[in-house]
């Protein structure tokens, strides 16, 4: 099972970002997917999650009304679009495959439920 994240970079505040992340050798829609972020010397924090459909998503508080996630079965993809970035959005993101297909009630510190996890990619926030 690979799960490769990209489209990280540069980008000023109020700016935005799509990343993506496609996965192989993996039953896509059977996950729920999960982006993670890890700013340094800080611990990993839950950004977004999105149910095996799609129907259903789930925001961590900080990124609310400015990043959306979004999936494309077909193509064994999750989204999420990062819009009006801020320099505390600057972290290596992460991207997971959540064995539970529904969204959990809670994901404070789900990463360690987490089956999958890509390599990170780096956004950075210039103030």
């Known amino acids: 099972v690979q799960l490769q994240a990209s489209g990280g970079g540069l980008v000023q505040a109020g700016g935005s970002l799509r990343l993506s992340c496609a996965a192989s050798?993996?039953?896509?829609?059977?996950?729920?997917m999960v982006w993670f972020r890890q700013a340094p010397g800080k611990e990993r924090e839950f950004v977004a999650a999105?149910?095996?459909?799609?129907?259903?998503?789930y925001y961590a508080d900080s990124v609310k009304g400015r990043f959306t996630i979004s999936r494309d079965n077909a193509k064994n993809t999750v989204y999420l679009q990062m819009n009006s970035l801020k320099p505390e959005d600057t972290a290596v993101y992460y991207c997971?495959?959540?064995?539970?297909?529904?969204?959990?009630?809670?994901?404070?510190?789900?990463?360690?439920?987490?089956?999958?996890w890509g390599k990170g990619t780096l956004v950075t926030v210039s103030s």
């Open positions: 050798e993996l039953t896509f829609s059977r996950y729920a």
């Open positions: 997971a495959a959540d064995p539970s297909p529904w969204l959990r009630t809670q994901y404070g510190r789900s990463w360690s439920l987490m089956d999958y």
């Open positions: 999105i149910s095996w459909n799609g129907g259903s998503t």
